[in-house]
Nanobody
Framework: QVRLVESGGGLVQPGGSLRLSCAAS????????MEWYRQAPGKQRDMVAT???????DYAEAVKGRFTISRDNAKNTVYLQMNSLKPEDTAVYYC?????????WGQGTQVTVSS
């Protein structure tokens, strides 16, 4: 069955960087829009970044200029490069693959920004 597996989360100091990865299996990866979401404790899950099948990108205002989403169709993997991290970026980060009539989520990876 379809699997999305996130990795790369962890504890980082304010101002630091992390690179998240999401490896997909059992899907035609290149035709899917891939997205990163995040959910902080007690808050709703919000979209962070999206990249379409033709590599058009969009970002939440809170992360513009700091985060970069990219994809490698040969590796069935989407990435989220996170720079200049802030404590308010602390959340569980989820990968999502979607196209009409199809929608898949990963299990999430914790990112904690703290000194």
């Amino acid at each position: 069955q379809v699997r999305l597996v996130e990795s790369g989360g962890g504890l980082v100091q304010p101002g630091g960087s992390l690179r998240l990865s999401c490896a997909a299996s059992k899907i035609s990866f290149s035709v899917y829009t891939m997205e990163w979401y995040r959910q902080a404790p007690g808050k709703q899950r919000d979209m962070v970044a999206t990249i379409t099948s033709i590599s058009s990108t969009d970002y939440a205002e809170a992360v513009k200029g700091r985060f970069t989403i990219s994809r490698d169709n040969a590796k069935n993997t989407v990435y989220l490069q996170m720079n200049s991290l802030k404590p308010e970026d602390t959340a569980v980060y989820y990968c999502r693959a979607r196209r009409p009539s199809y929608n898949y989520w990963g299990q999430g990876t914790q990112v904690t920004v703290s000194s």
